[in-house]
């Protein structure tokens, strides 16, 4: 582990994709008490450019844009991070079990992910969104399952080395269960792989938040969100480009710093596997 640490903290993009990540975090956290006024008053001053006051201007209802770009993270972020933890422990658990028990259960699962990874997600979310309501719990949820399926691949095919090793093997000729031996000793011997995909699927996941947001499909207004802010601020590009720039940048910053540090912590980690799988 210390190695793997030194060799983090020598990679200087690793460091800056860090640094970016706990920024963001940090921010979404203390968000209702870093904004300067409130973001859901409408003032008396719609568009305004960027001024001493209104440090990024004010959005087309009149509320002060800096306010709702600092709150505006919290969705994204939470809806990313949740469905990208969810999506890599019951992911990993899946795929342990394909490699486990083999036969049907594994020609079924993997039948579903090639399902899956054939359709676009970003129809797939759209779809139970347009269906179920736009709604927190419907958007993880959905997010969830998808990013879920190339976990389950990758921990397959993990699994299948991992039913080679004398532990596993020993565990068997114990007697114990199949539920057993994928929890106390396969899980536990893929944590460091399950954890860089967790960075992965949560990356990506933060990406198809927006876009879903963007066409107009993610949480209802007036929740500030990034991905509605960049499609409302479409309307007024030439004019006031802040509206599109600020939450544009917030998005990509994020999603860099994560995939810096994640590839950075992998390389480290000797999980050359577990890298590029990030689109899936």
């Known amino acids: 582990m210390s190695k793997a640490l030194s060799a983090i903290l020598r990679r200087p993009l690793t460091l800056l994709g860090l640094v970016l990540v706990i920024t963001h975090l940090g921010v979404a956290l203390c968000a209702p008490l870093l904004v300067p006024h409130d973001p859901f008053k ?18 087309e209802l009149g509320r002060d844009f800096l306010s709702r770009v ?32 083999r036969g049907v259960f594994d020609d079924i699962v993997s039948r579903l992910v090639e399902m899956k990874l054939a359709i676009p997600a970003i129809l797939l979310v759209a779809l139970f969104v347009t269906a179920f309501g736009q709604s927190l719990g419907v958007l993880v949820g959905v997010i969830t399952v998808i990013k879920m399926m190339g976990v389950i ?22 007697g114990e269960s199949g539920a057993a031996i994928i929890l106390r000793e396969m899980l536990p011997n893929i944590a460091d792989l399950l954890t860089v995909e967790f960075a992965l699927r949560s990356s990506s996941a933060l990406l198809l938040v927006s876009a ?3 066409l107009g ?41 994560i995939n810096f540090a994640t590839e950075g912590i992998a390389d480290a980690l000797g999980l050359e596997a577990a890298r590029g799988t990030s689109g899936h």
């Open 70 to 101: 600092l709150l505006g993270g919290r969705i994204c972020i939470a809806a990313a991070l949740i469905s990208g933890f969810i999506a890599a422990l019951v992911g990993g658990t899946i795929g342990l079990a394909c490699a486990y028990y």
């Open 153 to 174: 691949r990758t921990a397959r095919a993990q699994g299948i080395v991992l039913m080679e090793q004398g532990y596993v093997k020993a565990a068997r000729l114990r």
């Open 212 to 214: 879903i947001s963007f």
């Open 42 to 59: 409408l003032l008396d001053a719609p568009l305004e450019p960027p001024d001493a006051r209104y440090w990024l201007g004010t959005d």
């Open 217 to 257: 499909l993610g949480i209802s207004p007036p929740t500030p969100d990034w991905g509605m802010m960049i499609h409302d601020g479409l309307q007024s590009i030439r004019s006031e480009p802040w509206l599109i720039l600020a939450p544009a940048l917030c998005i990509s910053t994020l999603v860099i710093g």
